[in-house]
């Protein structure tokens, strides 16, 4: 008898209820919360502060060698709601990944997809499925499902980012498939522009014709560059006049997020200006790139500053007050909510 | 201090998991099973047999009336490696459902999708958003996420159907929602034909013109009788010379599933026939509508016969085998794969 | 000097028009009528009633063998307002086709596509790309584009038909392909149901899975059978309650219409009633399958029998009004104007 | 009796043939030429050079005043092939257009589609929709179907650019509307960026968030500047290693054209480089913007230059050389014939 049997002081009731978890069936009846008015979330709002995440990912640097049990030198950021889960929402991996000079992460594959946003510093350079790609302040760097990719640190600093995965997603429809790759010691740098680029980074609208290949489920634009969003965020804020300028990335060839699973949007407040309130399905990290600031979600209110991260639990309220110009990178699962009719969202102030 | 504390035997690495777990961090390092080569699946294969089923289904109805605690009297089939959760698998709610003459299981709606499949009698009728649809043996009835849907049964005898659901997905993405509806005493009686059925289930490719309104997430046809499914096996049959012919629901307006999250499907082989050995990710709930015959997952075989339901989980290798001509009615998650770009399928004997 | 030479009275300006022509350049000023406030359209209302054309066609059939020239014996209905084209409207062409007992009009394929609707008798088949399809009296027969067809009279009675192509609009794009195929004399009979019949044809929504090829541009279901084009009429009539019905023939399988440059729809008039005042841009030609009635268009009315056939130009006005029970067929050029967002259209009495 | 008459030498058939034209009916026996194997095409192969261009815009401008009976001063290209007709091609209206300086070009909209490309000066904006978008060499400028446009000079010295539409294809289509708008004497001058530009035209991939309003039938980048341009043909170039690039004009937040009938692209050939032999369906007409070469179509031979204009006909064999690094823009009905299913294409050097 492997489910779960249920009892009752009725006799009869009582011996049914026997029967049912000998068979492997329960009684809807007798369960609770199954459908709620509104979702029941376990994720917590939570914000883990930049001082911190530093020091203990320069502490792990310390003591933890890049090969000790896994591939790769991450902390996982662990939302206090999920029970111990190394999640930081229940259909998000976040984490802070820190690699030392001199050091490489070897090549590896996976269907959950990542995405890379450098808070600081730079020297590192990812291997996207052959495609050396440099990753400096404000870059995002996407390593979409089933791509080989390896992490090489060629220069004379250590260096750490955020690692965003839809790992729970994957995982909760049994469909996480691994692979190691063959990482030859390359060449230790990288050119300055990767090919994906050359091809699709230069201007907006702007495609090569005659590059063949299959059709990607994700961007063929896999970086894209800090310079290029804050001048897009300059444009936006003289062009809106609020105060607030919102941008999303996406892949340039298609109408859709950069990757199947995964939104990545960026938030500009002038020093004064604060969101409305608004709630949405689905969880976003959220990421500090530069100022300070608040952020509410429902009842809890968290200081801001550059390099903090915080989560957004689904259909929390939540908002952002700037105390100085603030830059916020957020990432979602927007696109499965969305692709599978379940995306609501509210504004509360409107 | 809410997430898990790692240890170790190093004093000062031991130092550093504790200050991780007081600031919500793990050590990827430390973990096992995240990224395993192919998918780690709880749910195993398991049948369900049609005589237990109908047995403890009527049972209920002697002892449970339809408003003890809940809405609806459901046998909800809990699989034996799902831990106690009253799921099929970690995808998909599958259940009986019993309902008495004269008893009325009242309007509500839900984010989560669901669907029923009649594997015999006949006598209640739903009401989906206002349309009644009738029920009968092979008819394939949905009920898409967010319609209201009630049961009736005017007549004389009692009915039990299966439910399928899509719950976990949703609950797994927080989002669910849920509203009671009004039921009034409405007339103890449906068409023969709903108004669904009259404008778009007639003839395959004939669209109504002029009929307004917002364009649904779903299929419009929600009622596929078995008198059109059955026909159309008996001509693929015809067609195909193999003794085996396999259809899918669709929407008939557009290139897509019946619903957003659910794929459903019917397979029929005659006599000696068996299907090669396949797998899939996603996981698939089957139901023998007729005939007897045997299903082999990976190294587990169980008989089959009318009625009986049964699960194949994740990237288990399946197949068919039957002994007296089989009718399959089979439903799975592979839209939500498709979409996400997790589908990945392997026909073993090609 | 192979361009239009505009002239003027003034000596400069004229001298320059000389230089223009010379260098094929015209001047813009000059020319009138080339951006209208609405359409300017040579095609203008036309009906050609049954009676003329069914004895047309018979002495054409007493006349010329089916070799003489072509490979078909047809009549093209020409429209008096397109100075001798031979075509129903500016974008349509429009014939009767004639077919003596045991003659056979060879196998061809072109990239203009065409399609059938038959007015009145049967006994011939035609075979599209391999597949034998029987055509009688209200079936609708699509040719696609490029798709090898011929058409054989086993019987003992000659047979009639309407032909649409959407010729000049390929023509107009410079984009006409022709190949001769090979007829083999093949068995003199076809079975009651094509394969695209057994395979796409069964049920609203029923797909079957598993028959691999090349995705076509156009429906997988070459035949619309006039028992469910009826049934369907029937049926949303009694949904209406209007005394009207209105269907499109439409891909089963995918969100489109038959084929990619033309539309297909039946309309269904009860005794007495009158479709609402509508135009659109594009034209479209019409034939009545049975009843009496007649159709108003622009300042012109036509009245209406069986087997009759009509066309309305782009931006008409136009309506139908039914004496008796009115079946009318209509098939247009909208799937053109609507992929090039140049479709507009009007309800003059909404 | 409106329509072709067809004679005879046989009696009976020349009686037939009487009775069919009197009754607006054509045989197609005695029809040549309808289906041909291969495009029928009369557009023919031809070039205009920049000398005759320029030289004849300006003599235009020192004659016409731009209110002479249109609203706008431009010289269209005719085809020799096409007996008269305004057309560069059968499917494409090509001109150049001069503006003086103060002079302004008033406000209309028409459903035939628009685009500009510029091969020298600058000075002149265009205003789209009530957005200013400056026009200076290289850059494309959109004016998509049915938006308000207006062109102002308020500089010191005259412009001529390159118009090219579609309107063959929507005048064949009887789809033309126009409209005349209202221009206010505007401010005379343009901001250095469009609000186009601000929100569409930053970096690819880069989308604003929150900009409402209906979905636009195209780009809503409206510009393409030469800057942006230049620098990805550069960057294709260091890709490549072919000496050739080849980049397509697209709309930047959706997998598809700048607008529904015109593909735009741009060729960059290194001195000494040559193109594949290559024919496809649809006319192209294309403009040098620097460099010198030859443009090789079916069997004549036009050299190349600054500021000319040539088109390739429908299914013709061309090829580019260039004796010095060669910039080509290229405009082209792809898109129609895409969308139809009628679009083929041939490499012959493959």
């Known amino acids: 008898m492997s489910t779960k049997r249920y009892t009752s002081h009725d006799p009869e ?16 009846w007798e369960m609770q919360g199954l459908l709620t008015k509104t979702p029941t979330v376990q994720t917590v709002p939570h914000r883990w502060s930049s001082t911190d995440l530093r020091r203990l ?13 896994g591939d790769r030198r991450v902390l996982a950021l662990s939302n206090p709601g999920l029970a111990g889960a190394p999640y930081i929402s229940s259909t998000l991996w976040a984490a802070v990944q820190f690699l030392l000079p001199g050091e490489m992460a070897p090549a590896h594959r996976h269907t959950p997809a990542a995405l890379r946003f450098i808070l600081d510093g730079d020297g590192v350079y990812t291997v996207l499925d052959g495609d050396p790609v440099t990753m400096a302040r404000g870059d995002l760097v996407l390593t979409p ?6 992490h090489h640190n060629p220069g004379k600093k250590s260096m750490v980012w955020l690692d965003v995965l839809d790992l729970p997603i994957v995982a909760g429809l049994d469909a996480v498939f691994f692979e190691e790759g063959t990482s030859e010691k390359a060449d230790q740098s990288a050119a300055e522009r990767s090919t994906s680029e050359r091809l699709y980074g230069q201007g907006s609208g ?11 489920a994700h961007s063929p634009l896999t970086v894209y560059r800090w310079a290029s969003t804050d001048q897009a965020l300059t444009r936006m804020l003289e062009q809106s006049g609020t105060g607030q ?9 298609r109408d859709r997020d950069v990757m199947p699973t995964l939104r990545c949007e960026m938030r500009r407040l002038r020093a004064g200006a604060k969101s409305g309130r608004e709630r949405q399905t689905g969880s976003r990290v959220c990421a500090v790139l530069s100022g300070t600031g608040q952020a509410d ?54």
């Not at 990912?57 to 049990?69: E, H, N, Q, T």
Request: net charge negative; aromatic share 8%.
């Open 206 to 216: 702007l495609v090569p014709v005659g590059v063949d290949g299959p059709q990607p």
């Open 297 to 350: 979600i429902d009842d809890r209110t968290f200081p801001l500053a550059a390099g903090d991260i915080f989560v957004v639990p689904s259909w929390s309220v939540h908002r952002l007050h700037a105390d100085e110009d603030l830059d916020v990178f957020i990432t979602s699962d927007a696109p499965v909510l969305e692709k599978l009719s379940l995306y609501r969202s509210e504004a509360l102030d409107a």
């Open 13 to 28: 009731l009582n011996s049914l209820y026997t029967q049912l978890a000998e068979h492997d069936l329960q009684p809807l």
């Open 245 to 253: 300028a919102h941008l999303r990335f996406r892949d340039p060839t």
């Open 57 to 69: 990912a320069a502490r792990s640097g310390d003591l933890v060698p890049i090969d000790r049990g």
């Open 145 to 150: 499902a089933w791509s080989f990719h390896e």
